[in-house]
């Protein structure tokens, strides 16, 4: 079996188009050396937890270079100029995770029409994931073609705070990760962060709604309200006038108040 170095994690880095296998040279890093050693024997688990980047909306994806079972990736390079859906797990061989990654193994199609490309990250190593990828294959009837990142440092979990405080690894005492959700759009842009606990699977119904809101509220002046789906009633942004909305939008708009006003969908 191959043996990968660890992973490492920077804040900005060039484009390469071959995601495969890629350096980079890194403007603003988080060095390998910010992170404890994630070494069973030594580790300080209260330390690892104090060590979580904080993520929030609008920031910059911390780009990443990490081994996966189609080899070794770096983020950026990988993402190109497409949305990414990246996701985390708590570890390999669980029930959830594995109707969850057959679940996006299926949607891919949905994925590609959206210019989307989906990501996975668990705690385990590239071989567990080469065995437990033969078992969600078998039991979901899908193909994984999507790389999985083997977080075993710890290192790319950190950069997005994706570690359970509560839930650590039985034979080790290192924190699994939250069932964590970030989409990042074309600029790794932060777009949305959805977390889930360990016992509740994802919808990715809801995720790919999500998608469809972000690309929409890019490329129209919209919001979407509540439980909203493509083709639906769509929000007119407040700081639009009236008279200008009715302009904009040329299927017209719905004045329910003077600061609500809804158009149809303006994308179908």
């Not at 990246?86 to 969850?100: G, K, L, M, Q, Y």
């Not at 639906?232 to 939008?249: N, R």
Request: hydrophobic share 35%.
């Amino acid at each position: 079996m191959t043996s990968f170095p660890p992973a490492t994690v920077s804040k900005q880095t060039s484009l390469n188009p071959n995601f495969a296998v890629s350096s980079f040279s890194s403007i603003r890093s988080f060095h390998s050396s910010q992170f404890p050693m994630t070494d069973s024997k030594s580790v300080d688990t209260s330390q690892l937890l104090k060590s979580q980047q904080s993520i929030r909306l609008g920031d910059l994806a911390p780009n990443f270079t990490a081994a996966s079972q189609l080899g070794r990736i770096t983020l950026y390079d990988y993402q190109q100029d497409k949305w990414v859906v990246f996701f985390s797990h708590p570890a390999d061989f669980t029930p959830v995770c594995t109707t969850e990654l057959g679940r996006v193994a299926k949607l891919q199609e949905e994925f590609n029409k959206r210019n989307t490309v989906a990501l996975a990250l668990s705690v385990d190593s590239v071989k567990n994931h080469q065995s437990w990828i033969k078992d969600i294959e078998e039991i979901n009837n899908c193909k994984i073609t999507y790389p999985i990142i083997a977080d075993e440092n710890r290192r790319v979990s950190i950069a997005y705070g994706m570690l359970n405080q509560d839930h650590l690894e039985t034979t080790t005492g290192l924190p699994l990760t939250v069932r964590s959700v970030y989409i990042i759009d074309p600029q790794h842009h932060i777009k949305a962060i959805i977390s889930y606990p360990a016992s509740t699977g994802r919808n990715f119904d809801e995720i790919l709604r999500v998608i469809d809101s972000l690309q929409l509220a890019v490329s129209h002046k919209v919001a979407t309200p509540a439980d909203w789906k493509k083709g639906g009633e769509c929000v007119v942004l407040p700081t639009i006038p009236t008279e200008e909305a009715k302009k904009i939008f040329t299927k017209g708009i719905r004045e329910v108040r003077s600061w609500m006003r809804t158009t149809p969908d303006p994308s179908v």
